[in-house]
């Protein structure tokens, strides 16, 4: 069993970063092995919309999104952190989620090569936005969790929490709380 976690904020050890291990905490305690990616510290440029990779299953571009890829199909569940920019995802996760494109094909299936890891895959989300109104955060919950529609993968759920300032999320317990259930949850449901 293992649980990806993807950071979409730059900010290591912020907010989104301390949510995203309170998760792998849980799906740890769950038994769990688990990993984090931070897009940032990662070259991934946006897709340039070729559709070499509706033919072949594999994008043209050289940079470290080839290796994500592979994480991403060897990951039984995985679980993104992401803070509200400008009420939209960072550009680190917009990139990385384009990127997905290449795991599709033609008519956005699953590539035939991809379908059997793909299928039912575990999909989670924690989002972190500085308005008090976490609901700030709906327009990155309707791109994951469309995404998880769309192509079939099991919906985890989103936990959406408020914090602004670095680290300020520590005095948020429930938020604290409800990342390390997500975590757990990544690590427990069956795979359909
Ligand atoms: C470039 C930038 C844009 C931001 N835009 C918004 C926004 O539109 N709405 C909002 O509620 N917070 C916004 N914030 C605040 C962050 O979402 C907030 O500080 C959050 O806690 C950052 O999470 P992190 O510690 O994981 O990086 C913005 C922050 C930055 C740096």
Request: aromatic share 6%; charged share 25%; glycine share 8%.
């Amino acid at each position: 069993m293992k649980v990806l976690g993807v950071m979409g904020s730059p900010r290591i050890g912020g907010n989104s970063d301390i949510l995203l291990d309170e998760a792998l905490s849980g799906a740890k305690e769950a038994g769990a092995e688990v990993e984090k990616i931070i897009l940032d510290k990662l070259k991934i440029s946006g897709c340039h919309d070729c559709k070499k990779c509706n033919e072949t299953g594999l994008c043209v571009i050289k940079d470290d999104m080839q290796e994500i890829h592979k994480k991403i199909l060897e990951a039984d569940a995985i679980i993104h952190s992401c803070p509200v920019y400008f009420w939209a995802m960072t550009a680190q996760m917009k990139a990385y989620l384009d990127r997905w494109t290449a795991l599709f094909d033609a008519e956005w299936r699953w590539q035939k090569a991809y379908y059997p890891k793909m299928k039912g895959k575990r999909i989670g989300l924690i989002t972190v936005c500085g308005d008090p109104n976490p609901h700030t955060a709906d327009p990155i919950v309707h791109s994951f969790k469309s995404t998880a529609d769309m192509t079939k993968l099991s919906w985890l759920g989103a936990v959406m929490a408020s914090a602004a300032e670095k680290a300020d999320i520590i005095n948020d317990k429930t938020a604290i709380g409800q990342a390390f259930e997500l975590g757990k949850k990544a690590s427990q449901m069956q795979k359909k």
